[in-house]
């Protein structure tokens, strides 16, 4: 027989953004009754997220250091004709990791695995098996909007943490190994060390293409592993996406496509990086402004989130235009020639890049000098960017 379940703050999607709403939430405002909904069986699904340390403000850092599986305090890049290593501390966040300290944050009651949403409302979920929650307010953070509302590229890849024979060597992350075969647009291979013996490989694509090849992808990380003279023993786990990469599109179509009214946070939202499609720098500001606010009512959530979107959409065209370039100025097998020159620039510039927080000085910076790509397309692909 169905139910109908009473609280506060329901929250549907039990990713990173809707997790850390739910921990920000509960630490700030204990009283409240709060209720996490995630259709699969796991919150977090299988995943594994990386960020710099300046990404996160000190006053929300707490949010985010009980979840980090690993850390380094340096990491490298490396580029035909050019290598680096920058010293910014750098994080990982497991799923395995998130749930665990998702579940020993929040009450047992209020998280809810394998409750499939199939209506949602700006004060109500109706559940696949009946059961309906009634909320004061509720934020829709599952997945993306309509995509095609947007003009975008795409960054794939397939990842793959892997039990070595021996020691790989490795002493702290490869952020982005662009020595590779330049194919399918901008490549590069992205290596985390985990443990002496552990480490996880990624084969990363900026591409006009958002087919992921998963086999091809595969013989690309042994042939990576083999020419470090890795031996694989076994993989402990795999994983693969898709994310966008924007330079263009109507926001305010975007956001309807996710239901119009209903407040939303995360991807859902267009809260991610419009170049690197980073989204946890944008999921612990979200969180802390939702917490902070301390409104649950479904209209006053509706407000406060698209407006925050809304307005980190305007303050980004910087970030669309360089994605712009990337995608239309650029040769694909040229692609790497951009983030080549990028990397050559003052490491506070690139922190706050990463932080979606550039300064003008640091935009002035990264368009002037001897462009990457020829003149006349940058010039086009600017033209063209809202």
Known sequence: MSATISCDLAIVGGGLAGGLIARAVHQRHPH???????????????H?????????????????????????TRYDVAFPGHARTL????????????????????????????????????????????????????IDCRGTGDLATLELGWQKFLGRELVLAGPHGLERPMVMDATVDQQDGYRFVYCLPFA???????????????????????????????????QVDSTAREESGLL????????????????????????????????????????????????????FDGAALHDLLHGYAARIWRTRRFYRLLAAMLFKAAEPEERYRVLARFYRLDEGLIRRFYAASSSLGDKIRVMTGKPPVPIGRAVRAIMGVE
């Open 244 to 295: 966008p990469v924007a330079f263009g599109g109507d926001f305010q179509a975007y956001w309807r496509s996710g239901g119009a009214g209903i407040a939303k946070a995360g991807m859902r939202a267009g809260l991610f990086h419009p170049l690197t499609s980073y989204s946890l720098p944008d999921a612990v500001r979200t969180a802390s402004l939702v917490a902070h606010a301390g409104n």
């Open 48 to 72: 594994l997220w990386s960020f710099f340390a300046s990404d996160v403000t000190p006053a929300d850092r707490w949010l985010v250091a009980p979840l980090i599986s690993h850390g380094w």
């Open 32 to 46: 409240a009754e709060i209720r996490l909904i995630e259709g699969g069986p796991h919150l977090g699904g299988n």
């Open 87 to 138: 010293k910014s501390p750098y994080y990982s966040i497991e799923s395995r990791q998130f749930e665990r300290e998702m579940l020993a944050a929040l009450p047992e009651q209020a998280v809810l695995r394998e409750r499939q949403a199939v209506e949602v409302t700006s004060t109500s979920v109706l559940l696949a098996d009946g059961d309906r929650i009634a909320a004061k307010g509720v």
């Open 196 to 230: 002496p013996d552990r480490v996880f490989v990624e084969d990363t694509y900026y591409s006009d293409d958002r087919t992921i090849d998963a086999g091809l992808l595969g013989s690309r990380i042994d042939a990576y592993s083999a020419a470090r003279g890795w």
